[in-house]
C-alpha cells in the first residue's frame, strides 16, 4: 500500500477521536503549539486578507485564523472523515470554508492566497517538495509560508526519553490497543521525516527567502516560516 492511500486510510479511522487523542499524545500542550502558529501567522497585517491551511484535519488552525481575523480562510483536506469534524466545529464563521483536495495538487489558481500554512501533515505526504512546491505557488509575492510539524529530537539529552515515549507509550495514549497500530504509524511517520535544517534547505532551494525557525519542547515540534519575494 502506497504512503498517501495508507495514511488517508488511517485518518479515515481516527478521525472521532483524533482531538482527545492529540491532547493526550502531547501532554495537553497541542493546543499551546497551535495558538503560536496562529499568532504568528496573524503578526504579518497581510494575513488578514486571505489564508489557506492544508492538511487541516478537524479544522483547529483555520477556526484560530478566522476567529481571531477578518481574512477569508480556507481550510483544505483529503479525509472527508476529518472534515466532516471540522465543520460541526466551525459553527457560525463566515469567514471559513473547508474544501477537500490534494496537497499536491492544489485547485487553485497561482498567487491566491496571503499566507499559506501547513501543520503536522507535512511528514504524512509522500512528496515533501511537490507539496511545498504547490504551496508556493499558490502564495502571493511577498508572502508568508508557515511549516509547523513534529521532529525527530536532536538533542542527545533527551533523544533516549522521547524515543520510548514516542514509539512505546504515545500510540497507547493516543488510541489504546485498539488502535496501537494507528498510531505507532504516526511515530513512524515522524521517525522518518527530514530534520529542520533539511526542510530549511527545500524551501532555500525554491528562492524562499527570511527563512526563520521557531522550536518547542526541545525541537519535538518546530515552527519554519519563509518569505515568497
Excluded at 175 to 203: A, H, Q, V
Aim: net charge positive; aromatic share 12%.
Amino acid at each position: 500500500m502506497d504512503k498517501s492511500k495508507k495514511v488517508y486510510d488511517i485518518f479515515q479511522r481516527i478521525s472521532p477521536f483524533y482531538d482527545e487523542a492529540n491532547d493526550r499524545i502531547s501532554l495537553g500542550l497541542q493546543k499551546k503549539w497551535k495558538e503560536e502558529l496562529v499568532k504568528l501567522i496573524l503578526e504579518n497585517p497581510k494575513a488578514n486578507l486571505s489564508l489557506l491551511d492544508i492538511c487541516c484535519g478537524t479544522g483547529d488552525i483555520s477556526i484560530g485564523l478566522a476567529k481571531n481575523s477578518h481574512a477569508e480562510i480556507v481550510g483544505l483536506d483529503f479525509s472527508e472523515n476529518m472534515l466532516k469534524i471540522a465543520e460541526n466545529k466551525k459553527g457560525s464563521l463566515t469567514n471559513l470554508s473547508f474544501v477537500r483536495g490534494d496537497a499536491k495538487n492544489l485547485a487553485f489558481a497561482d498567487g491566491s492566497f496571503d499566507g499559506v500554512c501547513i501543520s503536522f501533515g507535512l511528514r504524512n505526504t509522500d512528496d515533501y517538495k511537490k507539496v511545498i512546491s504547490e504551496m508556493l505557488r499558490v502564495l502571493k509575492n511577498n508572502s508568508y509560508i508557515y511549516i509547523m510539524d513534529s521532529f525527530p529530537v536532536e538533542n542527545k539529552l533527551i533523544k533516549p526519553f522521547y524515543k520510548v515515549f514516542f514509539k512505546y507509550l504515545m500510540p497507547i495514549l493516543g488510541g489504546g490497543m485498539k488502535r496501537y497500530k494507528d498510531y505507532s504509524w504516526l511515530y513512524e511517520s515522524t521517525k522518518n521525516f527530514i530534520s529542520p535544517k533539511e526542510l530549511m534547505d527545500i524551501l532555500d532551494s525554491f528562492g524562499v527567502k527570511n527563512i526563520r525557525t521557531k522550536k518547542m519542547l526541545f525541537g519535538a515540534c518546530v515552527i519554519v516560516k519563509g518569505q515568497k519575494l
